[in-house]
């Protein structure tokens, strides 16, 4: 195995449950990627942000950390400040 994607495909064929998991984790943190990447583009703290939510900073602290996964109404909250639309498609088939 050259790189990390080879480790990852190979652990994705060898245990199903493992490979459920690292999805998980992967969109997860796709997402909050987005999130921050968009509040640093708008120029915003954690501090900001947080304000213009009505959350405390600590929470935006621990979402970007990816320390605790938000609710789904604080995530569209967050997202809805940031100027961010989740999209919700048909899952690709399994194999």
Not at 1 to 20: C, G, L, R, S
Not at 45 to 74: F, H, W, Y
Request: net charge negative; hydrophobic share 40%; aromatic share 4%.
């Amino acid at each position: 195995m050259k790189t990390w994607n080879d480790y990852k495909e190979h652990v994705k064929t060898v245990d199903p449950v493992i490979a459920k998991d690292m999805e998980e984790t992967e969109e997860i943190a796709a997402i909050v990627t987005a999130m921050v990447e968009q509040r640093n583009a708008l120029g915003l703290s954690q501090r900001d942000l947080a304000a213009m939510c009505g959350i405390p900073q600590s929470s935006v602290a621990r979402i970007e950390s990816c320390k605790t996964t938000p609710n789904l109404g604080t995530l569209l909250n967050i997202f809805q400040h940031l100027g961010l639309t989740l999209t919700v498609s048909p899952a690709r088939p399994m194999a």
